[in-house]
């Protein structure tokens, strides 16, 4: 017999999620890495400043956090899947009208905001998905997915070096706009979990009942941040660490190919270099949700650890920047710890906030991730605008990065005065919904 919409999924098709993610987070949910490559060519051609660059660059960047309660939102009046299609959408629409632009004001709303909006839709329902498939094993299926990203981060940025370089500006913008659209496709391979079914029976439930579905949403949406974002201690010190990485990680991640290349690489150099920082998280993304994944190593851990290396690394920045060597070196280096980085936000949030406000919490974090990102170039450069040495803005990312770790060590700290909270809103309604649905079968067998 055929299943009907109603049934749940075979266990087979997890690992069909699991593909669909990974390719999704290829395809747009790494477009981030771009950022640097644009910015060197939109510089050469005079229209723009560099504080104005800086910006546009962290808008697009930060996007794909701060688009993190949209994203949520989507996947509670929808599903996952809605929400990964329209990323593809959205990414196509904002790239492509990006190509017929040359005003820097255009280029905010078209680039920075459209574009970037939608691999922000990309990268939060596909690891809320993940979340929702595998409970258990949240770390492991993470690194594997996230490992697109990786992968994404070593194509991208010498695949749009070479756009650039044979298709100019605008012709990059389409091809990129396009490639990002192939994102629908795995997209509509993301079947709704049994979650989000459950969900959407609590939502007819309460139309059935005539209950006011902006009233309770908006009820449920301010009971939930109390418990999780305010109550939650431990939690809060994750989004605190969070957004202090992001901060690091946007500064070095802009401005890292402009550096190299005011220091004596070439384009294509300074691209290469933003490649190996992809290599390196590539295997990292892997290995960390492997590690992870042991309860007896914890996340936490690995993330304190990886944001004290790398911040270390960034210290001495002025001794890898002498040769090529050095900076691919660095490059690489940093990609492998930062990528383990993005490995643990999903699993992290899961175990402080449990399953029932997974969504939530990754919107929450999301959201506080990508103002991070928002601010970190800019500020980055104003510091070096001030100091007059570029070196000064990677000491100040290296800062950051120890902050992070501080954080995720203060998080550990207060983990057993903060247990994990459900959603009794959430609850209450999905044991109405259940039990005369019960009480509707048992009748049918005794009639």
């Known amino acids: 017999m055929a299943n009907h919409a109603t049934d749940p999924p075979p266990d087979r098709w997890r690992w069909v999620i699991v593909v669909s993610a990974f390719f999704s987070l290829f395809l747009s949910g790494s477009m981030g890495y771009i950022t640097g490559v644009m910015h060197v060519s939109l510089e050469e051609t005079g229209l723009y400043g560099l504080q104005e660059l800086a910006w546009l660059g962290s808008l697009f960047n930060c996007m794909f956090a701060l688009t993190g309660p949209a994203a949520s939102l989507v996947i509670g009046l929808f599903s996952c899947r809605a929400c990964v299609v329209l990323s593809g959408v959205t990414c196509l629409i904002g790239f492509s009208l990006s190509s017929f632009v040359t005003d820097i004001r255009l280029l905010f709303v078209t680039y920075g905001f459209l574009a970037g909006f939608g691999r922000g839709l990309t990268y939060t329902g596909s690891l809320v998905i993940l979340g929702y498939y595998f409970p258990r094993d949240s770390s492991l299926v993470t690194g594997l997915c996230t490992a697109g990203v990786g992968l994404g981060m070593f194509v991208h940025p010498r695949m749009t070096q070479a756009l650039l370089d044979h298709y100019g500006l605008e012709g990059a913008f389409r091809l990129i706009g396009a490639i990002s659209f192939q994102t629908c496709v795995f997209g509509f391979l993301m079947r709704p979990s049994k979650h989000e079914r459950e969900m959407q029976c ?246």
């Open 202 to 447: 609590i939502q007819k439930e309460r139309r059935v009942n005539g209950h006011s579905e902006t009233q309770t949403r908006l009820g449920n949406f301010w009971n939930t941040f109390i418990t999780v974002g305010i109550k939650n201690i431990s939690f809060t010190f994750i989004v605190l660490g969070v957004t202090l990485f992001s901060i690091g990680f946007s500064a070095v991640i802009v401005l890292l190919p402009d550096f190299f290349h005011r220091n004596g690489a070439t384009k294509q150099e300074a691209a290469m270099a933003a490649s190996l920082t992809g290599l390196g998280g590539f295997f990292s993304r892997v290995l960390v949700g492997i590690g992870a994944n042991d309860d007896n190593i914890g996340k936490m851990l690995f993330f304190s650890g990886t944001n004290g290396i790398v911040g270390t690394l960034t210290f001495f920045m002025s001794i890898f920047v002498k040769s090529s060597t050095g900076r691919y070196i660095y490059a690489f280096l940093f990609g492998t710890y930062v990528g383990g980085v993005f490995t643990l936000l999903s699993p992290m949030t899961l175990d402080s906030v449990g399953v029932e406000n997974f969504a939530f919490g990754v919107g929450l974090l999301m959201f506080f991730a990508g103002a991070g990102c928002l601010v970190g170039p800019p500020t980055a450069v104003v510091i070096w605008k001030a100091n007059g040495d570029y070196f000064t803005s990677f000491l100040f990312a290296g800062i950051v990065f120890l902050g992070a770790a501080f954080c995720g060590f203060l998080s550990e700290l207060f983990k057993a005065a903060s247990p994990r909270v459900e959603s009794v809103a959430e609850k209450s309604l999905l044991t109405i919904t259940i039990e005369p649905q019960e009480e509707h079968a048992s009748e049918r067998l005794s009639g």
